[in-house]
Structure formats: C-alpha cells, structure tokens
C-alpha cells in the first residue's frame, strides 16, 4: 500500500519569504511517480510536477523548486519569494504503474498563507 | 494540455433527492476516469474508479447503490448521488487518463460543489 504524510497542516509567511513544504511518501514499488498539486480557493487542482522514481535531479521552475531525496523518501517543495498568490492548499500525491488502476494517493496537504 | 470539465460546478439540492454529476474529457478518450470526495479542509479521498464499458470499482467503505457511477463512453463519465443527505455535502472531484497513457496522464476537473440541505 501506498502513503504519503504531509505533516504540515498550515503554514504562514510573509510575503517575500522562502517556505518549504515536506512531503514524505511510503511505497514498496521501485518504480513509483510523485505530484505535487496546487488547490487554490477556486478548488480546482493546479498540476505543478510530476517525478519518477529513477530521476532524482533536483528541479526548479521559477520560484519553485523541488528536492527528491530518495534515502529519505521525501519530495519537498520550497517556494522563493513567496507572494500572496501563492496561498493554496498542496497536496503531494504518489502513484505506482504496478497497479491496475494506477490510482494517486494524496496527502493530507498544506495550506500555505502568504501574508501581505 | 488536456481538459477536463466538469457539469455542474455547483449544485444545491433538497435532502431525499438525487444529483448526476458530469465528467467529461474534451480533447481525448478517456478509458479510465477517477471520482474523488473531498470534505473542507480534508484532503481528496479516492472513491471509484471508472473503466468504459465496465462496472466502477468502488474504495472500501463507499457505498456503490448510493454513489452510481456510468462510463458511458470514452468522453464521458456520470456519477449520480442518490437520496442525497446532509453528510454528502462536499466537492466532488473527476480525474481521467487518456486511453493507454500511464500515470503520467491524469487530469483533474474543477470540481463539484454540492450542497445538501
């Protein structure tokens, strides 16, 4: 069975701040894939990455990056210069193609506030 | 990149009565789509999985007679809450993989909002 733990429930910054979001994942499967998504209050899920499991270079786009750390089973998510827009719940997920359906799995999420 | 609506996008409705949801792909065939809950402030909790052509594949504990779902075609999928109560309040959400993609190709919804009174 497949778990991912996003231990922070909420997180405030000030704007202009760095913020990183963890995310810590479970799967027996050598082959898995990590998201991560964006929630804004609209509810509608923003895709922001995906990763598999045999590509562990670091990633950034922008103000955001992405560290995957196998040893450690964690996928963690930091934003630079955080700005208001940036407030959203995010949710890291975990797939694995082993599976029939290939169905995510979702953490609990984070809602991150970006304060003025 | 693909899209996926979702009909209504918001929906109120007295208890005792039933409300379908539409998922549709718009720009691919979906062989797989994916229905998920999700309660304020909790995260989205797989409820079934949907194969075209096939019978949905219910998560533990989601009651299949109460939440019916069709996959009709490769573009469309329905799920139907019946005898809606106060406690299926909640957002509905579709995802759907495109015919023979892995995991890399699942598409979310906007979503559902349905309001039971």
């Known amino acids: 069975a497949q778990k991912v733990t996003q231990a922070q429930t909420e997180i405030s910054v000030v704007e202009k701040e760095d913020v990183t979001l963890d995310c810590v994942y479970e799967t027996r499967d050598t082959t898995y894939y990590l998201f991560w998504y964006k929630q804004p209050p609209s509810g509608e899920l923003v895709f922001l990455i995906r990763r598999n499991s045999f590509d562990e270079q670091n990633e950034i786009s922008g103000r955001y990056s992405w560290n995957f750390q196998k040893s450690t089973s964690s996928f963690n998510f930091t934003i630079t210069a955080s700005q208001v827009v940036d407030s959203a719940v995010y949710f890291c997920a975990l797939s694995v193609p082993s599976g029939s359906a290939r169905q995510l799995t979702f953490g609990s999420g984070t809602q991150l506030t970006v304060l003025p | 990149g693909a899209v996926v609506s979702q009909h209504p996008s918001r929906v109120i409705c007295k208890s005792g009565t039933s409300v379908k949801i539409e998922c549709r792909s718009l720009?691919?065939?979906?062989?797989?789509m994916f229905w998920y809950r999700q309660f304020p402030k909790q995260s989205l909790m797989l409820m079934a999985t949907?194969?075209?052509?096939?019978?949905?594949?219910?998560e533990q504990g989601v009651e299949k007679d109460k939440f019916l779902i069709n996959h009709a075609s490769l573009t469309l999928s329905t799920l139907t809450v019946t005898s809606a109560h106060p406690e299926d309040s909640s957002f509905y959400i579709c995802?759907?993989?495109?015919?023979?993609?892995?995991?890399?190709?699942?598409?979310f919804g906007p979503g559902t909002r349905l309001t039971v009174l």
């Open positions: 949907s194969n075209e052509g096939s019978k949905a594949t219910y």
């Open positions: 995802s759907a993989r495109a015919a023979l993609a892995g995991v890399r190709e699942q598409f």
């Open positions: 720009d691919f065939q979906a062989t797989t």
